[in-house]
C-alpha cells in the first residue's frame, strides 16, 4: 500500500515513517483551497512547482496545521 509524504516544501514527513502524523488532502471549496496554496506557498520554487497545482494524490502533514488539527487551513510557518 503506497503512502503518503507532504508536499510541502521542505516537509520530508511520509505516512510509512511518521504514523502520529495525519495527511490531509486539499479541500474541494475554492476559497479554502485558494488559501491552502497561498499557505504551502510554492512562490519562488523553479521548475515543474512553480505551477504547482495540488491533484488527489497530494497531502499536507498534520504538523502545518495549528495543534497538528486539520482546523481547515494551514498555518503560516517558516516551514510554509
Given at each position: 500500500m503506497p503512502g503518503f509524504t507532504?508536499?510541502?516544501p521542505g516537509c520530508y514527513n511520509n505516512?510509512?515513517?511518521d504514523k502520529a502524523l495525519h495527511f490531509y488532502?486539499?479541500?474541494k471549496d475554492e476559497e479554502l483551497r485558494?488559501?491552502?496554496l497561498k499557505n504551502v506557498s510554492r512562490a519562488g520554487v523553479s521548475g515543474?512547482?512553480?505551477t504547482f497545482q495540488p491533484t488527489t494524490g497530494h497531502r499536507?502533514?498534520?504538523e502545518h496545521?495549528?495543534?497538528g488539527r486539520n482546523l481547515r487551513t494551514p498555518h503560516e510557518t517558516e516551514a510554509l
Open positions: 507532504c508536499c510541502v505516512s510509512h515513517r488532502t486539499f479541500p485558494r488559501l491552502w515543474c512547482f512553480s499536507v502533514c498534520s496545521f495549528q495543534g
